[in-house]
């Protein structure tokens, strides 16, 4: 290894804010392991995630003391500790808000300014990064990451650092300002920064623009993006941010060749490496365990699904396919509007061949909601008591009941009380719809979008629709009220995730939905689709629906066809392409993927050491 110290540096280390958090928490137990103590994150203090994610530590007495320093100071306040679910990997957090609060001198006539003020026209004297007009999130972005860089360069002057070769990788924009910092003051440290997306790409895409293929032939005739598109998105700053850290880093890399081409388009610059994301697969249980306890997490879901849809009209779930996406609420990015358009499909064309099961259709995406509907609490306790009452009938009978079998008897005890009082139960079910409500959870506002694209495409939960579906506006915990479980287990009772993305840097849900045995789609237009064609194409595990030069049309009619062959597929036969998931899912494990990022670092110290 040419490296002796690794500094990782994102305002999500230890604080779960978005989707960087689950790639450094699940890249922690690669370097905790290979790098013990010479590993460190550095990331922003939040009471609030702290309580949870962080345990406090004294630091050794050299960096007490480099800590006290920068209090007194810079007022920079430094929580030294244990990343608690990031394999306890040392953790420095960042409290910079007194010291970009703070009033500073800024030339010989006394006039004085914030701190931050003073950041920013330091980015733009010595980079050109118009940040005038930014507003808070932009400032608390840079206060915490300018503030991070000086916590380093103090750390670097310590004898313990001294001839050492350190290594700081800084992530997005966000931590951008610590870079330009540590570059500006010539710190002995190689500096990679990597981009998961960039701020005016993703802000694009969501506004509707085709990045993908605009990209493609822009560069076809060596274009760039108009620098101009981020002024009108008022990004200006976050995308120049990120655009002279690209630039100025020892080392830039990006985590998929669809992001490269991105990053080429919109920063005009082509990264060094690709540093492809992955998981931790040493926490995940075996296929076989997991095999088993698909059965169980499998129950779990019918029980709800009894609840939800029994008071309405009879309903069986042995043996019919659960599906589902997840993700966050971007209609078009995520591709919920084609999933959506592909229930539409499938469930006529199983309404014209008489299909003779249902499929049952979750959407888990998060939005603002209140708590379930009333009568599903109440059902949901009905169902309870009746699977209870039969039960314990089963433990109290079922010796009379082989006894009988046995000797060829009739049976000896009665089912007519147990019948009964199932009955009695089941008439306590509640019904406040005419048909069972699409949103198991009553919504904090009207006129929901995906609610309404499921009532245009005719998707009402009637009793003659094969596709039934469950729209979960909710984080999927343990204490959500209505499935009680934890994501993982819920996606281990499902049996195909679809994740059709116009606009996916990486995309983890797809592997994830493959290492708990789900067949997973995903798409050409995200960057693990890319590695899916590269590494296991064809795989009848995780498969890659074709997006680039289709129309959207073709796109829904092929995710529709493949879906309806997997759903009137043996069950052996789904199960046999369920356990393949997992094994292309297992490719994407960072005991495997972490060799890119160590080779980005060794390139970096490389060229730090190099003479200019």
Known sequence: MKFDYLFEISSEAGRKVGGIYTVLQSKSTELVSQLGRNYLLFGMYDERAAKTEFSPDD???????????????????CSWGHWSKGSNARIVLVEPWEFGEEEVTINEEGTKQKRVASIKEYLWNDYKIDSLSMGADFDTNVIWSYATGIVIKKLLELPRFQNKRVVAQFHEWISGAGLLYLKSNN?????????????LGRALASSGRDLVSEADAALKENKQIDQGEAYKLKLEGQHLLEKVSAEQAHIFTTVSEITAVE?????GKSPDLITPNALNFRGYEPTSMLLKKSFVNREKIKKFLRAHFLPYYPIKTHNCPFIYISGRYEVRDKGIDTFIDMLARLNEELKRTNYDRNVFAFIFVPSNVREPNTELSNNLQVIEEVEE???DALAIHKDDFTQDVVTNQQPTCTLTTIVGRTKDLLRSLEKNWDTPPLSVFQLNYANDQI????LQKELFNRKEDKVKVIFYPTYIRETDGVLNMPYYEV???MDIGVFPSRYEPWGLTPIEAGTFLNVSFTTDHAGYGRFIQKNADRNPGIRVIPMINRTYQEIVHTLENEIELLVNMPRDSLRHNKIEARRVAELSDWKAQIKHYFDAYEQAIAKLQKPV
């Open 263 to 267: 990053t080429r388009y919109v920063l």
């Open 389 to 391: 009452v039969l039960d």
């Open 491 to 493: 996606i281990n009772g």
């Open 451 to 454: 609610i309404t694209m499921l």
């Open 59 to 77: 630091p050794p007495a050299d960096i007490a003391d480099a800590f006290e320093q920068l209090k007194n100071e810079f007022k920079i306040h």
């Open 187 to 199: 710190v002995n440290a190689g500096l990679v920064f990597t981009t998961h997306a960039t701020s």
